[in-house]
């Protein structure tokens, strides 16, 4: 069974920093993408950040790029360094990891976060980050 933990989420300050982290275990499949979505409330979840170790892609949505780093030692432990936050930052945010299935060529990183793979994922319970002004 695959698990997904996340850790790490709390209160700060505009312009401060914050590192997720999610521990994963129990992948059945050797193709994995993994990444980081977020949900504030009233709004639809959102990609933030996808990594896939298999094709070398990485994604970001444009509005962290260049403040937010994810990282990945082969999907098991993933981070999502969070620097410079922003009060439109705070959102409950979700570690989700997702196979890739066979017959696929494209970026595994992007599509991950962009939906492309939900039918294929696991998710964690997700962590509160919230910011305030």
């Known amino acids: 069974e695959v698990q997904l933990v996340e850790s790490g989420g709390g209160l700060v300050q505009a312009g401060g920093s914050l590192r997720l982290s999610c521990a994963a275990s129990g992948f059945t499949f050797d193709d994995v993408t993994i990444g980081w979505f977020r949900q504030a409330p009233g709004k639809n979840r959102e990609g933030v950040s996808c990594?896939?170790?298999?094709?070398?892609?990485v994604y970001y949505v444009d509005s962290v790029k260049g403040r937010f780093t994810i990282s990945s030692d082969n999907a098991k432990n993933t981070a999502l360094q969070m620097n410079n936050l922003k009060p439109e930052d705070t959102a409950v945010y979700y570690c989700?990891?997702?196979?890739?299935?066979?017959?696929?060529?494209?970026?595994?990183?992007?599509?991950?976060?962009?939906?492309?793979?939900?039918?294929?994922?696991?998710w964690g319970k997700g962590t509160l980050v919230t910011v305030s002004s």
């Open positions: 989700a990891a997702f196979e890739v299935p066979d017959d696929f060529y494209d970026a595994n990183a992007p599509a991950a976060c962009g939906g492309k793979f939900d039918g294929r994922g696991y």
């Open positions: 990594i896939s170790d298999s094709d070398g892609t």
